[in-house]
C-alpha cells in the first residue's frame, strides 16, 4: 500500500507561484508514474500533469501547459508542482496520484491513479 502525503497549497494572488509536493513517507515510489489531479466546488476531479517513472517525459492538461512544471527527485521519493502565472480559476483541492500512464486516442496522455493524497487547497485571488 502507499500512502502519499501532499503540502504546499495557500492562499496566493493571481499571477503568484505557488510550489506542490508529493511524498510518500517510508517508501520509494519509482515503480509508479506520479500527477496530479484538482477538483473545485460543485466539479469532477481533473487531470492536471503527470510524470513517467524515469522523471524523464512531463505531461500536461492543455488548461495549465506552459505555466505549469511537473518533476520528481533522483531518488523518486518526492514530487513536484511549480504552478506559475496562477490564476482564479486554478482554484481548487489539488490531490497528488501514483498509477500507471494511460495513452488516448487523440495522443494525449494522462494518468490512471491508483492512489491519491488526502488533498491540499490552492486559492487565487484576483
Known amino acids: 500500500q502507499v500512502q502519499l502525503v501532499d503540502s504546499g497549497g495557500g492562499l496566493v494572488q493571481a499571477g503568484g507561484s505557488l510550489r506542490l509536493s508529493c511524498a510518500a513517507p517510508?517508501?520509494?515510489?519509482?515503480?509508479?508514474?506520479l500527477g496530479w489531479f484538482r477538483q473545485a466546488p460543485g466539479t469532477e476531479r481533473e487531470f492536471v500533469a503527470c510524470i513517467d517513472k524515469s522523471g524523464g517525459s512531463g505531461y500536461y492538461a492543455d488548461s495549465v501547459k506552459g505555466r505549469f512544471t511537473i518533476s520528481r527527485d533522483k531518488d523518486k521519493t518526492m514530487a513536484y508542482l511549480q504552478m506559475n502565472s496562477l490564476k482564479p480559476e486554478d482554484t481548487a483541492v489539488y490531490y497528488c496520484a501514483a498509477g500507471l500512464l494511460l495513452d488516448h486516442l487523440d495522443g494525449a496522455t494522462s494518468l490512471q491513479p491508483t492512489h491519491w493524497g488526502q488533498g491540499t487547497q490552492v486559492t487565487v485571488s484576483s
Open positions: 517510508g517508501r520509494t515510489i519509482n515503480d509508479y508514474a
